[in-house]
Nanobody, 117 residues
Framework: QVQLVESGGGLVQAGGSLRLSCAASGSFFSIYAMAWYRQAPGKQRELVASITNSGRTNYVDSVKGRFTISRDNAKNTVYLQMNSLKPEDTAIYYC???????????WGQGTQVTVSS
């Protein structure tokens, strides 16, 4: 069983920054792609950013140039650095390990990010 534990959420003013962390339990963290999703009130959950096991990244258009996903395989941790935050970034942010040939999909419990205008 894999556990994903997010931290780093909070309340920040527009234009500010936050860094989310997701610590993963289990073995062989480095072989898995990882991702961050978010869900705003009344909206569907959306993929924000992903990173492959080789470090290739992908972002939703609305966060390109402002958010950076990264990973530290030695710490079994994936990060989401969020800069120039906007009120529309307000959401619960979830860490995700996609399902693959190597294992099942897993989700973290989520961390709230609130950006005030």
């Amino acid at each position: 069983q894999v556990q994903l534990v997010e931290s780093g959420g909070g309340l920040v003013q527009a234009g500010g920054s936050l860094r989310l962390s997701c610590a993963a339990s289990g073995s062989f963290f480095s072989i898995y792609a990882m991702a961050w999703y978010r869900q705003a009130p009344g909206k569907q959950r959306e993929l924000v950013a992903s990173i492959t096991n080789s470090g290739r990244t992908n972002y939703v258009d609305s966060v390109k140039g402002r958010f950076t996903i990264s990973r530290d395989n030695a710490k079994n941790t994936v990060y989401l650095q969020m800069n120039s935050l906007k009120p529309e970034d307000t959401a619960i942010y979830y860490c995700n390990r996609p399902g693959s040939a190597y294992g099942h999909e897993y989700w973290g419990q989520g961390t709230q990010v609130t950006v005030s205008s």
